[in-house]
């Protein structure tokens, strides 16, 4: 898992900027990318896979 602050802070973005962008991607694919705590944000299964496949079509283009 990782800590929210920490991931947000290695993109150079604010938190508020950030889930609004995953919650509306989760929306349009219909499916969660991340499971939200207080403490923690962690990928599960879908959600890794779903970035697998976005890496790899980025290293094709």
Known sequence: MIP???????QSLS???LSMQIKALEDRLG???VERSRAHVRIPPN???IARR????LIEI
Do not use: K, Y
């Not at 929210?4 to 290695?10: E, F, K, N, V």
């Open 31 to 33: 499916a969660p990318l």
């Open 54 to 57: 976005a890496r790899a079509i």
């Open 47 to 49: 959600g890794a896979e």
């Open 15 to 17: 938190q508020p900027t």
């Open 4 to 10: 929210p602050a920490r991931g947000i802070a290695r």
